[in-house]
């Protein structure tokens, strides 16, 4: 077994690294090799390329993993700033402002109206002054927003004197249950949910060790980051993905010394092949994100392939000027939009909006997105582009409208490709080696114990 072994690591890191997992898999299986062998074969092959290339330090600030018990995370509930919400816990629960406690009750708190006018906090019948309040529940009890519950605390976070915004702390895993379910379908397989909580479990922790020491929380609750929804999201089957990947995040570094985790994003699905995460980003030059395998495990996905899409340019220019308002108005309105550069993996990474304007030399006025954003921009802004779905297409000038055609995929397409993940799951793939296949490169280690 050990020859066999020596000469299919051999066969295997001869391959270029996007074949790897395509050719590697039949070959395991003829030599009857277990699903916990290939993904060690693997990782060798990548350690070897990682010391021939001199083991290039990562642009990022390098901090190495040393975390004791499970971490907190503070999630961002409300997107904009509020005036008001609806508090309530279902336990007996304590009150802070600023950190003084100003309510301590053995009962629960019944549904009340928290606000802040004119510099001053009113939650039901009580006031109080300071920068923030904090509701804390009693162990095992609940607190609840607008109707929903969520576990932790909830702080409420002035943004002036008439508004706030709402900040959920809990513990790392509490969080990742309610994140599964809502960012993938609670049904699918065992194995794909806990690829998925592998993933996200590195997304929050990557932001919340590099969160400004100053910032009020760590990540938002939305597509701005990963979507959370709280106790009312959580599933038994999302509970056990997490408890099955406790404290485990991908991470990389020397061989022997993988300790470094990094963004390890995901989407949907990628169309077909995945996406490099500079196309997105400006994203450290590592392995895992490079992006480039031929995905063909996301087909079922609805949006695999989706049909044309059109928008007049005069949504075109209304969304853009929503989002970039001072740069956008320069254009004075859409004349073109070309591509000026793709990723890699063909992708759309750059896109160049003409103006009707001309500028101090007689050019038109130019706007320059990533296409990402570009996309993004649309899909948020304008009804017509809701059909738009990744940045994965062609665009064409239609007159007084653009086209997108030929779309692949749904979501930007970096990392592991959520439909990908469910399609190698079906097929016998372990979480591992869904990861291995999605994170080229990294290493599974568990940043804290249970």
């Not at 899409?309 to 004075?332: E, N």
Request: contains cysteine.
């Amino acid at each position: 077994m050990n020859a066999l072994l020596v000469r299919l690591k051999a066969l295997v890191c001869a391959l270029p690294r996007g074949l790897r997992w395509r050719w590697a898999l039949p070959a395991a299986g003829a030599l009857l090799m277990t699903g916990a062998v290939l993904p060690v074969v693997l990782s060798s092959c990548e350690r070897q390329e990682m010391a021939a290339r001199g083991r290039r330090r990562n642009r990022f600030e390098r901090r190495p993993l040393r975390l004791g018990d499970v971490p907190e995370v503070r999630v961002r509930l409300t997107p904009r700033t509020v005036r008001s919400v609806r508090l309530a816990a279902t336990g007996p629960y304590r009150l802070f402002a600023d950190g003084r406690v100003i309510v301590n009750s053995v009962e629960p708190m019944l549904p009340v109206r928290a606000a802040r006018e004119a510099g001053e906090w009113r939650v039901g019948a009580v006031s109080a002054t300071g920068g923030g309040l904090t509701l804390e529940p009693a162990p095992d009890t609940f607190v609840r927003l607008d109707g929903k519950r969520f576990r932790g605390r909830m702080h409420l976070v002035a943004r002036g004197d008439k508004g706030f915004i709402c900040v959920n702390q809990l513990d790392l895993e509490s969080y990742l249950a309610g994140v599964l379910p809502a960012e993938m379908y609670p049904h699918w397989h065992e194995e794909a949910l806990k690829s998925q909580a592998v993933a996200a479990r590195t997304f929050a922790l990557y932001h919340r060790l590099r969160a400004p020491d100053r910032a009020d929380y760590d990540l938002g609750a939305d597509q701005s980051a990963q979507m959370y929804g709280g106790v009312e999201a959580e599933t038994d089957r999302a509970w056990r993905a997490v408890r099955g990947t406790h404290g485990m995040v991908l991470a990389v570094g020397p061989p022997g010394q993988e300790r470094e985790i990094f963004m390890a994003q995901y989407s949907a699905c990628c169309g077909g092949r995945v996406n490099d995460a500079s196309a997105i980003r400006e994203a450290p030059d590592l392995p895992p994100l490079h992006g480039g395998q031929a995905c063909d495990d996301c087909r079922d996905c609805p949006r695999y392939r989706w049909p044309e899409a059109t928008v007049s340019k005069s949504d075109v220019y209304q969304a853009l000027l929503d989002v970039y308002p001072a740069k956008a108005r320069r254009l004075g309105a859409v004349k073109a939009v070309r591509v000026s550069r793709r990723s890699p993996t063909g992708w759309i990474e750059w896109v160049h909006v003409l103006g009707r304007n001309r500028d101090a030399d007689g050019k038109p006025e130019l706007l320059v997105v990533r296409g990402q954003d570009f996309r993004l921009a649309l899909a948020t802004n304008t009804a017509s582009a809701a059909g738009v779905h990744s940045a994965n297409c062609d665009i064409e000038d239609r007159g007084d409208a653009i086209a997108f055609t030929d779309g692949r995929g749904w979501g930007h397409g970096v990392g592991l490709c959520q439909w990908g993940a469910q399609g190698k799951a079906a097929a016998g793939w372990s979480a591992e080696q869904i990861l291995g296949f999605y994170y080229p490169g990294a290493t599974l280690i568990r940043a804290y114990l249970p």
